[in-house]
């Protein structure tokens, strides 16, 4: 059986992660609160009951109280730092007093976003950072000074990127001793462009996908990690969203039901699952907090390996609408 890009790099990690962007509370300066730091702890502890061991973080999570609610849990706790594969991300600004919105992949930023993350987490290294939206005024020289002073002093173990396209990649590694080893995009069985791409290949449809050529099949032949941000698509097809569901959508959940009844799974199984079920081993990054929510997803790895090509093909052409060939 193929295994996951991190294994074949020796990198112990659960097929699923946690992310933890509702970790800290409210996206704002206010303290964080000891209610929030408890939140956290049930969490990373349902987590780690159910085998999940990846954390992912990002430096902006709700202005930075994400990472801080995760150290004060490691603080109460620190042998589960060796039960963990943390990674955390930087290279998005908000607007302030010097400038807009914008992104920042030049050498300081990097170098002084990667030492606030260490301080928040209450770790001494992070196992993987990514870079987390693209910068159009990126020098990749900077950026591999950087990764190669994080290298040398033991602060990073691994690096990788997030919503970056194929060409993007390379121009990185380039420049690098390193090998970027995780590339982390939305992917859910509602936004599926990443089949699309392949299928619609000389096809009038695929002037539709928004998705690059190539970048599924790279991260498979270099063995970087696919990672799936927003995977659950908001819980339209798991019964935990208010949204208005298309016609699509709405058969979709319908199928996610029957499936999940036949399996004798949930609804999140059967979603995460789909995803999982693709030869690149996407690793879905589960973005709650809910301690349910999280003890639900458990059995999409189950699932991943008993789902056939049938099904599988069932959710995607439900979920799309359309019919193949």
């Known amino acids: 059986m193929r295994k996951m890009p991190l294994e074949k790099r020796g990198i112990t990690s659960s097929r699923l992660a946690l992310g933890c962007m509702g970790f800290g509370g409210s996206w704002d300066r206010s303290p964080l609160s000891d209610d929030e730091v408890l939140k956290t702890e049930k969490a990373v502890d349902a987590a780690l009951s159910t085998g999940i061991t990846m954390f992912d973080h990002a430096n902006i999570y709700t202005m930075g109280k994400a990472e801080e609610a995760f150290g004060r849990v490691l603080q109460g706790n620190p042998s589960l730092r060796e039960q963990m594969v943390i990674q955390s991300k930087c290279g998005i600004r908000f607007a ?3 400038g ?36 159009p005024l990126m020098e990749p020289e900077e950026v591999a000074e950087a990764f190669e002073k994080l290298k040398s002093s033991g602060k990073v173990r691994h690096f990788g990127v997030s919503n970056m396209n194929q060409s993007q990649i390379e121009l990185l590694e380039a420049f690098m001793d390193e090998k970027l080893i995780v590339n982390q995009l939305e992917m859910s069985l509602n936004k599926v462009d990443f089949a699309d791409e392949g299928v619609h290949v000389n096809q009038e449809a695929g002037l539709s996908v928004h998705f690059t050529s190539g970048l599924m099949e790279h991260c498979m032949r270099k063995d970087i990690q696919v990672q799936a941000w927003s995977p659950l698509a908001k819980g339209i097809f798991s019964g935990n969203s208010s949204i208005e569901l298309t016609e699509a959508e709405a058969e979709t959940k319908d199928l996610v039901a029957k499936m999940a009844a036949e ?48 099904e599988w093909y069932e959710l995607y052409v439900s979920s799309r609408g359309v019919k193949l060939p």
Do not use: C
């Open 263 to 310: 399996k004798e799974t949930t609804l999140e199984a059967i979603v995460l699952g789909w995803l999982m079920r693709h030869p690149a081993k996407i690793q879905p990054v589960l973005g709650t907090t809910n301690v349910q929510r999280i003890k639900d997803s458990a059995d999409a790895v189950r699932i991943s390996e008993i789902m056939t090509r049938e």
């Open 100 to 135: 807009p919105g914008r992104y920042d992949f030049s050498r300081g930023h990097i170098l002084t976003s990667v030492d606030e993350i260490l301080k928040r987490l209450t770790v001494d290294y992070l196992d993987i950072l990514l870079l987390h939206r693209p910068d």
């Open 96 to 98: 302030d007093d010097i």
